[in-house]
């Protein structure tokens, strides 16, 4: 059996086998996230200290030190819990309101060895659910992984720049004539990956690439 099937029947049994808890308060129910614990999560406030010179801005919705914020995302990329994403997804919703129809929103892509792992890129379930919410035009055509990296957050920052050089490409016949693009990631530390995607980008005739992160840490 492959490991896509594998997966989901791993999904099955847990649901099966495991009710759903709201990850803060602990009352079960359908939610991971209660609306109401949701609702009360700290939206992001500091300033970010992040490498590089291609990405223009960054907004960030969250801070990766909230354990609730730390344990969903985690369930999500390693236990495979893709119902997070939903969530996940309510808490962009106001951040990426903020930009117009003239931009488009790109999420950071997966190795195809990764996703053919997780069986899902988990930026793009979580900018899904958003744009569900608002009018958000989504491509993931447009910017390619076409280097395994290790995951960052077990790196350093000077093994972070090794790691992430030279690993994205672009599509410049998806890309066309756009000029505006907003990359997406579920969490940023120095922004490594952010500006090298921003620095193919760019190289490839966009003019502006900012950034929106689901969390700092």
Sequence with gaps: MDQPKLKK?????????????????????????????L??????????????????QIVIA???????IRQA???L????????????????????SRWSSQWVFVPIPLHRFRHRWR??????????????????????DILLKTKNTRPQMSLNKAEREVN?????????????KIENIILVDDVVTTGQTLNQAAKVLKQAGVRRVEGLVLAHG
């Design 9 to 37: 029947y791993w999904r099955f049994f847990q649901d099966l086998l495991f009710p759903i808890y709201c990850l803060d308060c602990q009352t079960e129910g359908q939610d991971w996230l209660c609306p109401r614990c």
């Design 39 to 56: 609702a009360r999560i700290k939206r992001w406030s500091g300033r970010a200290s992040l490498s590089g010179d291609y990405l223009d």
């Design 62 to 68: 969250a801070d990766y030190g909230n354990p609730v």
């Design 73 to 75: 995302i985690h369930l």
């Design 77 to 96: 990329k390693y236990q495979f819990i893709s119902d997070l994403a939903y969530p996940l997804g309510k808490i962009l919703v106001e951040p990426a």
């Design 119 to 140: 069986d899902f890129n988990q930026v793009e379930l979580i900018l899904r659910q958003a744009s569900e919410a608002i009018n958000l035009d989504v491509r993931t």
């Design 164 to 176: 992430i050089l030279d690993a994205f490409t672009v599509n410049k016949t998806s890309l066309g």
